[in-house]
């Protein structure tokens, strides 16, 4: 309004001037943000995806992957109920399975259950590669019992999810400790979550055992008792036993993103791998709520579950602010292709239109997720009667921390919310702080994207960052270099059976995860 009583107490001519002024500049602004979109390094899109490689599996190795899913290696976060002895039978199952592995690489025990395997190298001085994986699984029946990190995407499946067979995810076809082989499928628990991985591994160290391959440095393979509950008791352990080694690991590779079906993206009808290049760390934060407790008839204007709500509604509402990092850039570059002029112009435009696209991204809950510090109200405990006013409101609040604030931000924010209140705060379990990030460039990253390449051909790959939790959350120390991937096509019901019923891996995506990590070890030094 001020701006146009200005215009209107000018003389005409310097009116007509100022406008123009305006106009030429609205214009320039318009034509720098189309170029700027225009000229954008968003992925190169094809018009179709073309198939993926087709591999030979011999039947020997789908046996043995079989047999290793026979095994109930089931972890719980009360780790007395585990059943070591088949934890100790899987291994002994596994030694006997690859003997010339065993012969050549040689194994420890960290910790009773954390395995390690060395493959020494030409060169010592040149540093090592780790490949991580774990052989516990969650219970069978218990699919919620913890969470994946494999296959979260950061999209709304919800459409292709709701069109899936529900009989599917109600019981088993098969026992789930059978390793039945059916319709060109390997059945049972932890077939994709992440025994897959360990057969793959050794797959492709005995095939290139057997080609009389000697690998330039020395790689080490590390299988995993408790990925499921937190890895405290194996990679926590590992940890701390290779920095006593004083190890540093050119590269390490462990599970998180997949090769996800077309569609993922809107817009986007190629296959995408999601390659994480980092994890966002997690703490649980109990709050106590005080306030007068009593018998119902006689309450006080404000009870404690009244002051808890107060502070849920904080902290709901007044959120972590939104950030993009690097892996999310990157992301976006890929994600953008499928978009429409305008997205892609927000995208291309953050200098002007970061809020736009941030506020679009709050929007989804998977997006939403990549840009912040995300609040979860979990767990309330108040009164046990409906005539009886708790003294202590208990509320358990959930956050995943965005790499570039801590365990200690979150603390802060939570002090913020719940001001004006007496109250007591701790976290129930040690946080895990957010990971660092590891560059999209460099050997480790070229060659898995090579390797990605080769297999799934015409296939987008795209750093992204890991919201689920892996066992590379303890290597941080050792390594600039951490990759989160696992080499296996799933479309979005493949996705939806880890953790739940009818777990499988395809023949099919077996092959190919063997073919990955053999040119992993294989190609990674070529020519030196």
């Known amino acids: ?24 500049f609205i214009a320039g602004l318009c034509v720098l943000l189309v170029v700027k979109t225009v000229t954008h390094p968003f992925a190169k899109l094809s018009a179709h995806q073309l198939d993926p490689i087709k591999l030979p599996v011999t039947e020997k190795s789908i046996k043995r992957f ?49 395995w390690l395997l060395r493959w020494k190298g030409k060169n010592s001085a040149l540093k090592p590669l780790l490949f991580m994986s774990h052989y516990d699984v969650v219970a069978p029946g218990d699919y919620s019992h913890e969470e994946s ?26 026992a789930p400790f059978s390793g039945a082989v059916k319709e060109g499928r390997i059945y049972g628990r932890g077939a994709i979550d992440m025994k897959g991985v360990v057969f793959a591994l050794l797959e492709a160290a005995d095939t290139l055992l057997a080609a009389g391959f000697v690998p330039a440095r020395d790689i080490y393979l590390a299988f995993d008792p408790d990925e499921e509950v937190g890895g405290l008791r194996g990679a926590a352990h590992l940890a701390t036993y290779l920095k006593a080694k004083g190890l540093q690991f050119e590269t390490i590779y462990d599970e998180g993103g997949i090769v996800a079906t077309p ?39 404000q009870s404690a579950a009244g002051k808890a709500a107060v502070i849920m509604q904080r902290l709901e509402q007044n959120q972590f602010r939104q950030r993009l990092i690097e892996p999310t850039e990157n992301f976006l570059n890929v994600a953008g292709a499928g978009m429409s002029f305008m997205g892609r112009m927000a995208i291309a435009n953050q200098w002007l239109l970061s809020s736009v696209l941030l506020k679009q991204m709050e929007k989804n809950p998977q997006a939403n997720a990549l840009t912040r510090t995300t609040t979860a109200i979990t767990m309330l405990k108040g009164s046990d009667g409906n005539n009886v006013l708790a003294p202590v409101v208990e509320v358990i609040v959930n956050f995943r921390i965005l790499p570039g604030e801590t365990s200690s931000d979150v603390h802060a924010h939570i002090l913020k919310a719940c001001e004006g209140f007496e109250v007591e705060i701790d976290a129930p379990r040690v946080p895990v702080e ?44 050792l390594s600039d270099r951490i990759y989160r991937f696992m080499p296996v096509l799933l479309n979005p019901f493949e996705q939806r059976s880890i953790h739940n019923f009818n777990e499988y891996l395809s023949i099919d995506n077996y092959g190919r995860m063997i073919a990955y990590y053999s040119y992993l070890m294989g190609e990674f030094d070529k020519g030196l």
């Open 434 to 477: 957010p990971s660092k990030l590891s560059p999209p460039d460099g050997r480790g990253y070229d060659v898995l994207k090579e390797a990605v390449e080769r297999l799934y051909p015409g296939t987008l790959v795209t750093p992204y960052l890991t919201i689920g939790a892996t066992d590379c959350k303890h290597m941080g120390e």
């Open 263 to 301: 569609g993922t993206a809107e817009g986007i009808n190629q296959n995408i791998a999601f390659v994480g290049m980092g994890e966002k760390g997690v703490v649980g934060f109990r709050i106590k709520v005080k306030g007068t407790g009593g018998h119902s008839s006689m309450p006080p204007l």
């Open 66 to 114: 079989s047999g290793g899913l026979q095994f109930a290696t089931v972890s719980y976060i009360d780790s007395a109920a585990n059943n070591f002895a088949a934890y100790d039978s899987f291994r002994l199952y596994v030694r006997n399975s690859y003997p010339h592995v065993f012969q050549t690489l040689t194994d420890t025990l960290i910790n009773g259950h954390q």
């Open 1 to 24: 309004m001020f701006f146009v009583i200005f215009l209107l107490s000018l003389p005409l001519y310097e009116m007509k001037k100022t406008i123009l002024v305006i106009l030429l």
């Open 149 to 174: 990190s494999i296959g979260q995407n950061m999209f709304d499946l919800s459409d292709s999810i709701g069109s899936l067979p529900q009989e599917e995810f109600n019981a088993w076809k098969y």
